[in-house]
């Protein structure tokens, strides 16, 4: 049996609780605009949206890196700018659940696209899917706005010629963190 589909099936399914029913539609749009927001401003190197959409003890785990603070996430990110140009960061299938007053977990594939190289220019094969994975984000509500406090990517799949090491592939494609979420 795959296991990476089965984790996320898991996961989907350990989401449905009658806690559910304490968020609003609204609620639901703000959780899924926050994701979509952080990638938006990843791709635009918009530090200070990321700061805004951050919680301030925010956490960051995958394979390829564990961030304990927004400003570690955004140091990194500096220090590898480059990689970031022609790059876009898209979320699908987002499903939003409730953990109880507050608090809300946000599941999606996360699906990464090349559209140009670092220089600007369209090459043949572009645009094209250069990775993708499972996001796993906490959300809590703060002072009446809703922040990310954590998120989780795991079941990383990167395409070999933006990875050649077939090792660390293989790792980035383990499963990171199998806690539960609050």
């Given at each position: 049996?795959?296991?990476?589909?089965?984790?996320?099936?898991?996961?989907?399914?350990?989401?449905?609780?009658?806690?559910?029913?304490?968020l609003t539609a609204d609620d639901r749009l703000a959780l899924i605009d926050l994701v979509q927001s952080l990638e938006l401003a990843v791709d635009s190197r918009?530090?200070?949206?990321?700061?805004?959409?951050?919680?301030?003890?925010?956490?960051?785990?995958?394979?390829?890196?564990?961030?304990?603070?927004?400003?570690?996430?955004?140091?990194?990110?500096?220090?590898?700018?480059?990689?970031?140009?022609?790059?876009?960061?898209?979320?699908?299938?987002?499903?939003?659940?409730?953990?109880?007053?507050?608090?809300?977990?946000?599941?999606?594939?996360?699906?990464?696209?090349?559209?140009?190289?670092?220089?600007?220019?369209?090459?043949?094969?572009?645009?094209?899917?250069?990775?993708?994975?499972?996001s796993r984000d906490e959300a809590e509500r703060q002072n009446g706005t809703w922040r990310l406090v954590r998120r989780i990517i795991d079941q990383t799949s990167?395409?070999?010629?933006?990875?050649?090491?077939?090792?660390?592939?293989?790792?980035?494609?383990?499963?990171?963190?199998?806690?539960?979420?609050?």
């Open positions: 049996m795959n296991k990476h589909v089965f984790h996320a099936a898991g996961l989907l399914g350990a989401y449905g609780s009658q806690a559910e029913q304490t918009d530090f200070e949206a990321m700061r805004n959409i951050l919680a301030t003890d925010w956490s960051h785990i995958a394979a390829f890196g564990r961030y304990n603070t927004p400003d570690e996430f955004i140091t990194d990110i500096q220090r590898q700018n480059e990689l970031f140009d022609g790059i876009r960061h898209q979320h699908v299938n987002i499903v939003v659940r409730s953990q109880g007053h507050d608090r809300a977990v946000v599941l999606s594939y996360i699906i990464v696209v090349q559209v140009s190289d670092p220089e600007g220019t369209v090459q043949d094969g572009m645009p094209r899917i250069i990775g993708h994975g499972v990167v395409l070999p010629s933006m990875l050649p090491d077939a090792d660390l592939r293989h790792r980035f494609g383990q499963v990171v963190a199998t806690e539960a979420m609050p």
